[in-house]
């Protein structure tokens, strides 16, 4: 059974059925779970309770739904509204991508790709691998060329976390080639020490920061004491070498939410409105959480990777983020997964 299974059932209220989880109480795990399931227990009733508490305390990330539009890929997808999704990646060098495990076995389920367009409305692609076509059938090839196009060596594809960990599992479907030759960069890599030096540049030079040599200085100066630096973000939580959460980075470079209560959900059981056999309730909150992390790690990715101040970040234009950068090409800088020393990114700015 998931963690999920064993902590749902033994908890009920007199009127409604499921007690819900943040307001559980942590300390008071089911009896009849051992020491380890106690452990996993209390830690996810902990991340419940703090999504609930972020949930009230802060505005939610939205996107009007005239940027996007939402593309289902499965057996039952069309060829015209493949040959659309192809026609519209030819012309997109950026893309991010998030992936998603069934809760009943962990099984790679759900592909999330987001195209950065030269103008918006960018695609939503949903792959959903559990529910493809057989290999001799149109629609398999045309999904093959469209990998074909996005794993092009001259395109850069964003995630939150070790892309090429995630999409490992799925080579069996000899979907791509392995390995994949495109430009991949892990914001979740960058990102702690990116907002290190965001927060150091907010209150001590300014707008002198801007000035490359100055730049480096702070990028190369692994002594400097962020924490109290900046008096209008919050100071990093995490201890030192541990990654930042996705929820959380949003959070405290803007200050928005993310509801992250679905993370754990059956995937297998399809996002497409006319198969999926999922409630309406259900499939609507899953879907939007598939759909914002790829959204979130956009909106995160430039600012990250090109360098910018908490200052710019707040001035930009939200659409800006959501298309391609008129110097793409060079407006990120190389990838800490292509480096000897993950944990140093100060070293890639001093070349």
Request: proline content about 4%; glycine content about 2%; some cysteine.
């Amino acid at each position: 059974d998931s963690l999920w299974d064993l902590i749902g059932p033994y908890y009920r209220n007199d009127s409604s059925g499921f007690v819900p989880y943040h307001l559980r109480d942590i300390n008071n795990p089911p009896a009849h779970l051992d020491d380890k399931q106690k452990s996993n227990w209390i830690r996810t009733a902990q991340k419940m309770q703090k999504n609930y508490q972020n949930q009230q305390q802060y505005p939610a990330f939205y996107l009007p739904t005239s940027f996007y539009e939402i593309i289902y890929v499965n057996k039952f997808t069309t060829t015209e509204t493949m040959q659309k999704l192809i026609d519209h990646v030819r012309y997109c060098l950026e893309f991010t991508f998030d992936t998603e495990g069934e809760r009943s076995n962990n099984q790679l389920a759900l592909i999330q790709i987001q195209t950065i367009p030269q103008q918006l409305p960018c695609f939503v692609v949903l792959l959903e691998l559990l529910h493809l076509s057989s290999y001799d059938t149109l629609i398999f090839v045309k999904i093959k060329q469209l990998f074909q196009l996005i794993f092009q060596s001259k395109d850069k594809l964003y995630s939150w976390g070790s892309l090429r960990r995630e999409l490992y599992p799925a080579v069996n479907y000899e979907l791509w080639e392995w390995p994949i030759t495109s430009q991949i960069f892990d914001v979740q890599l960058d990102f702690s020490e990116w907002y290190k030096w965001a927060l150091f540049h907010c209150k001590v030079y300014g707008s002198l920061l801007l000035q490359h040599n100055v730049i480096n200085y702070v990028r190369s100066n692994t002594n400097i004491n962020s924490s109290s630096t900046c008096t209008c973000h919050e100071a990093n939580p995490y201890r030192s070498g541990e990654k930042w959460g996705l929820q959380d980075a949003l959070i405290y470079t803007c200050q928005l939410f993310i509801d992250k209560s679905m993370t754990i959900s059956y995937w297998a059981k399809g996002l497409d409105p006319h198969h999926s056999t999922l409630s309406i309730t259900t499939r609507e909150k899953m879907l939007r959480y598939a759909i914002y992390d790829c959204f979130t790690t956009t909106y995160l990715a430039r600012p990250v990777l090109s360098t910018w101040t908490f200052q710019k970040v707040k001035n930009t234009n939200v659409i800006d983020l959501f298309q391609a950068s008129s110097s793409s090409s060079s407006s990120a800088s190389p990838s800490l997964s292509s480096l000897p020393h993950e944990n140093n990114i100060y070293h890639q700015y001093q070349h």
